[in-house]
C-alpha cells in the first residue's frame, strides 16, 4: 500500500522564511562581533553586536527577532568565532561580559515587541522614528540590567555581595556608563538602516 505524502507541509513555507531569516541575523550580529576595540575604561570592549541584536527584533518582530538571537548564542556556545572578537565557547557566558551575551534573546524580542506590537510585522520603514527609538532604549536598559548583574555576580565572592546596591552601582559604572555614546550611536545607526534600502530590499 502506498502511503501518499503529496500536498503535506510538515513545516510551512512561512516558518522555514522565518527560520533562515533568523539565522541571516544571527550571522549578521556575528560579522558585527568582529568590529571590536577596548574601551580604556572597561574591561567590556565596543562593538556592533547590539546593533544585530536591534536589527533582528525591527526586521523580525518579537518571536523570530528573539529565536534569531537564541540561534546565536546557541552557535557561539558550541564553538563557532561569533561573539567579540572571534570568542566562542560555554565559558563565554560567565565571563564579565556574559550577562550582555545572555540579555540578547530578551533585547531582541523586546525591541519587536514596542516597534511592531504582538499582530502584524511591519515594514520597519512605515514604524515611527519616536517608536524605533522607544524600542531600541527599552532593549538598551535590559542589556544594561542583565550585563551590569553578570558582571557584578563574576567580580564579587557571593550572591549577596553581588547585588549590594554599591556592588551594582559600580559594575554599572565600569561595564555600563562607558557605553552610553556608543549605544546612542548604534541606535542611529539601526534607524539609518531602517530607512535605507540595504535590507529593506531583501
Known amino acids: 500500500m502506498q502511503t501518499e505524502t503529496d500536498g503535506v507541509e510538515l513545516v510551512g513555507d512561512q516558518t522555514v522564511e522565518n527560520i533562515a531569516r533568523a539565522a541571516v541575523f544571527a550571522a ?7 568590529v571590536s576595540f577596548q574601551n580604556p575604561v572597561s574591561p567590556a570592549p565596543v562593538t556592533l553586536q547590539v546593533l544585530g541584536v536591534f536589527l533582528a527584533g525591527l526586521y523580525l518582530g518579537p518571536v523570530w527577532g528573539g529565536a ?10 558550541v564553538g563557532a568565532p561569533v561573539f567579540a572578537g572571534g570568542g566562542s ?12 551575551l545572555l540579555s540578547y534573546p530578551f533585547a531582541a524580542a523586546l525591541t519587536g515587541l514596542v516597534a511592531h506590537g504582538t499582530t502584524e510585522l511591519a515594514d520597519p ?3 515611527g522614528v519616536a517608536k524605533l527609538v522607544a524600542a531600541m532604549v527599552a532593549a538598551t536598559v535590559v542589556i544594561y540590567a542583565a550585563g551590569t548583574v553578570g558582571f557584578a ?9 553581588a547585588f549590594a546596591p554599591s556592588a551594582l552601582v559600580d559594575a554599572f559604572l ?12 548604534k541606535i542611529a545607526a539601526a534607524i539609518g538602516i531602517t530607512r535605507s534600502d540595504q535590507l529593506n530590499a531583501a
Open 174 to 185: 565600569i561595564a555600563g556608563a562607558a557605553f552610553i555614546p556608543a549605544e546612542a550611536f
Open 153 to 161: 555576580i563574576v567580580q564579587r565572592p557571593s550572591l549577596a555581595a
Open 68 to 77: 534569531s538571537m537564541v540561534l546565536y548564542l546557541i552557535a557561539g556556545g
Open 28 to 34: 549578521l550580529t556575528g560579522a558585527m562581533a568582529y
Open 89 to 100: 565557547g560555554l565559558g563565554t557566558f560567565v565571563a564579565p561580559t556574559g550577562g550582555y
Open 125 to 127: 520603514r512605515d514604524v
